[in-house]
């Protein structure tokens, strides 16, 4: 059912390591999602409260510090849906 609203691409980037400058090297994918342009208050990593400019909601394991179209993921809440299926929600900036 979650899939069913994914109907847009995006470019996600998760790092894979650091290069010879300890620069961080990413992998890049086209996948399946649906992103939501809005404004949000949410808690980043480090505890503080920021206001987000994006949702998306994929299927992709997203974890903080990736990137989804050029945009840094500062939160990840899962979630699950109607089949038990564990769905992800990032929340960018």
Do not use: H
């Not at 503080?48 to 949702?55: C, F």
């Not at 945009?71 to 899962?78: D, F, L, R, T, W």
Request: charged share 30%; glycine share 6%.
């Amino acid at each position: 059912m979650l899939e069913d609203y994914m109907t847009m691409k995006a470019i996600y980037k998760k790092e894979i390591g650091l290069n010879d400058y300890n620069e961080p090297i990413f992998e890049e994918k086209e996948i399946k999602c649906r992103l939501v342009e809005k404004f949000k208050q949410v808690t980043n990593e480090k505890g503080n409260i920021v206001i987000t400019s994006s949702v998306i909601q994929c299927t992709e394991p997203i974890k903080v510090g990736d990137y989804i179209n050029d945009m840094k993921v500062i939160a990840v809440n899962s979630m699950t849906s109607l089949e038990g299926t564990i769905g992800y929600r990032g929340y960018l900036l």
